[in-house]
């Protein structure tokens, strides 16, 4: 596992908490030092609970079709599956969303696999059976992404399609970004968003809740986990974790949207919307944001972006 750059601990977090609380007890006049302590304490919960893994885990996909291998190095285990056709193709690459895995790919993968198509699919970090981590990022997997994308056989492919979903969306969108490169780049010829999350800043006041007026400190305390934790991406904004900054598609994109999302709501597809991008969107009133491996109207939309192919 990689180690921490930006947070600290569960222990070291829950000690500042009981010496910050035993001090006044102690000596009444450390209550200055109890108050500094317990400032402390917050920032750091707070550092960790917006850098926290996912707590639950799916299962890896399982289907004789599909080969797996991992990446793998000191800091990281990363489990991916992949199935090659024995000519040259088109790949398509899918990433799954939040406290998904890869298993919940298989009937769409199978889609594209069955119509000629080379398909892999990654378990992101926590999730599925590769390796959790200790500060989640979407630019973790970005980098992880890339790794893969440099192991697999690219003789064999003609074009890059990404599929994402959910958070999976929202990686999909900063694979975009000018900053990340590859000989898979000038290749991405379609991308396909299911009910993506476009933006950092609805999850975080989300995440602020009741507690609103900490979200402006949320942002800052967000904003250089981030850099510490990714000091390769220079003069970072809060408006680059978000669309259009973070990073938009240069090709035909198809978006499939639960018209009742109850996990993200409109607001991500709304952000969406209003960028200057080729798009074709269908907000689909059968779909829902999660338990979906199978959608018969979403299905069939997919088949008609293969059999007649906007890009």
Known sequence: MDKRVATSGNLWI?????????????NPYLVI??????????????LRLIFIGPGNRKPTLEDENYRTEFLQDENKK???????QKEKSDLVIFLHGWQSASSRFGNRMDIFRERGFHTLVMDTRGHGASSSTFEWTAGKIIDDFKEIMEIIDRSKISNVHLYGHSLGGFVTLG????????WWKGKISSVILESPMTAYSPILKEMSGKFSF??????????????KIHPEVSDLKWEDIDVPNWGLPKCPTLLLQAENDTRLGREHYDLLMNCDIDIEAHLIASLTHSRNNIN???????IDWIENPRY
């Open 175 to 182: 694979i975009q970004n000018e900053r990340h490169d590859g």
């Open 214 to 227: 900490l979200e402006p400190y949320m942002k800052k305390l967000a904003l250089n986990g981030f850099k």
């Open 33 to 46: 030092a109890s108050f500094v302590l317990m400032f402390i304490f917050l920032r750091s919960l707070l």
């Open 296 to 302: 018969e109207e979403r299905d069939n939309l997919i």
């Open 14 to 26: 829950l000690s500042l908490l009981l010496v910050s609380i035993s001090l006044p007890f102690i």
């Open 78 to 84: 990363i489990c991916y599956h992949y199935f090659l």
